[in-house]
């Protein structure tokens, strides 16, 4: 079982930043650069969606709303993966949920955002 710690989710206003955390504290390096990671999120009333993702080697996808204002980034040395996200809009409250995938996929808790206009 694959053990996913996400962090940094809050309030902030629109057209503010926050930075999203997610930590595979029981995993060792080597592993967690075999796995494909991104971030997913979702709204009240809607489905889960695709924001951002990393493949293992490091091949990189926004969702079209949200390219050019949000960054993803995996660090080995700490297990982790980040979501930079900068020029917040309303739109982009909702929960946010890491995941890790290879043969199966592993989903963290979840960390809300919520933007307000």
């Known amino acids: 079982q694959v053990q996913l710690v996400e962090s940094g989710g809050g309030l902030v206003q629109a057209g503010g930043s926050l930075r999203l955390s997610c930590r595979a504290p029981?995993?060792?390096?080597?592993?967690?650069?075999?796995?494909?990671v991104g971030w997913y999120r979702q709204a009240p009333g809607k489905e889960r969606e695709m924001v951002a993702t990393i493949t293992r080697s490091r091949n990189i996808d926004y969702a079209e709303s949200v390219n050019g204002r949000f960054t993803i980034s995996r660090d080995g040395s700490r297990k982790t993966v980040n979501l930079q996200m900068s020029s917040l809009k309303f739109e982009d409250s909702g929960v946010y949920y890491c995941?890790?995938?290879?043969?199966?996929?592993?989903w963290g808790p979840g960390t809300q955002v919520t933007v307000s206009s």
């Open positions: 995941k890790f995938w290879d043969q199966q996929d592993y």
């Open positions: 029981r995993m060792i390096t080597s592993v967690f650069n075999g796995y494909n």
